[in-house]
């Protein structure tokens, strides 16, 4: 029988990335959003890019707990779609909310942290991005790794900047902090998973290894 061309997983995650896009097009041209539909746009990707990226932070830890290899390979095709949408995100921000007008944008972003570690985050996504093809991998040996250790900071950032966007206050439980501070607790849990004590720990357990073949034959 003919291996499927795609997993489940690559069908969920394609699906899911454009499925999001066209959604978010369609509500915009049928004028679906609230009354300020570029601020509704402008969340709405945002969220999106936290979400990809945390998903492609989170394969390792999948991997490490359930011994479940196929994740390890969605992690740039993950990594992809949250620049796509951050890059989305700071588009609609200085085109739409700004209109290009770059001598309002650059003092807006300089005076407000949030806007910082924002556009920290998006300029570390982009080496991440560009040297996410197996030709980089080659060429920056090690460094590649090095590099992509990044993400620990991206992910932290992006909470930052997520929490700060919800004028959220962690420490008085004030404002609409529980996505970013779920975000927190998970980039925090998945930073303890990558310990390297604790992947022996968690190595020295026997695991039902996952994969798809086994639980479900049909595929
Ligand atoms: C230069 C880069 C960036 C700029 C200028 C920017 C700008 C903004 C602005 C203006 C908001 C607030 C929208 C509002 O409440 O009015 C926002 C919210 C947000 N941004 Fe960014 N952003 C940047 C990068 C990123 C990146 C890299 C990510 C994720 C990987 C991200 C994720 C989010 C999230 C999750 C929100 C909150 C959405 C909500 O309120 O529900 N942003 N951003």
Redesign the pocket.
Known sequence: MQKPRFTLLQIAIHLYAWSSIVLLLFKFFTHNFSANPI?DL??????H??AL?FLAFACTPINTLFKWSEPLKRRRTLGLY?LL??TI??II??NL?YGLAWSLILPD?VQKP??IV??L???C?LPLGITSFDIWKKRLGKNWKRLHKLIYL?AL??VL??LW??KGDLFTLQG?IL??ALYGFTAILFLILRIPAVRRLRASFPARKFSAKKENPQI
């Open positions: 601020q402008e969340r709405a990707t945002g969220r890019a936290i990226l949250a949408y951050a995100h700071f921000y200085v909310d972003v949030r806007l924002g556009a985050a998006l300029l996504l991206i950032l992006a900047h997520y966007s919800k609409e996505e970013p």
